[in-house]
Nanobody
């Protein structure tokens, strides 16, 4: 079992920045690939970013590439999502998730089914 808790969400103006955190407890953090998803009102939950276990390579959705950065602090069992140049369309509930299985192709991590555990989410609102 893995428990995840996100924090760091809030209200920010367009062009601003936020850093989300996701603290994990339970099994060894460094054995998982960690992902971030988001869900806007009335829309499907969509992939944002993933980082390989132990803080390895990362992969991003085209919509956030160059603006968001995913990173980990293994000592703190925490994964971060640094969000910059925020746009109103980034408004959503952001969720972190754990993928226990390893997928060679990054595209596999875009599927919600690739993840075994989810946090409750944190709201991010970007005003125009």
């Amino acid at each position: 079992q893995v428990q995840l808790v996100e924090s760091g969400g809030g209200l920010v103006q367009a062009g601003g920045s936020l850093r989300l955190s996701c603290a994990a407890s339970g099994r060894t953090f460094s054995t998982y690939d960690m992902g971030w998803f988001r869900q806007a009102p009335g829309k499907e939950r969509e992939f944002v970013a993933v980082i390989r276990r132990g803080g390895g390579s990362s992969y991003y959705a085209d919509s956030v590439k160059g603006r968001f950065t995913i990173s980990t602090d293994n000592a703190k069992n925490t994964v971060y999502l640094q969000m910059s140049s925020l746009k109103p369309e980034d408004t959503a509930v952001y969720y972190c998730a754990v993928a226990g299985n390893y997928f060679r192709n990054y595209e596999a991590y875009e599927r919600k089914a690739a993840y075994d555990y989810w946090g409750p989410g944190t709201q991010v609102t970007v005003s125009s």
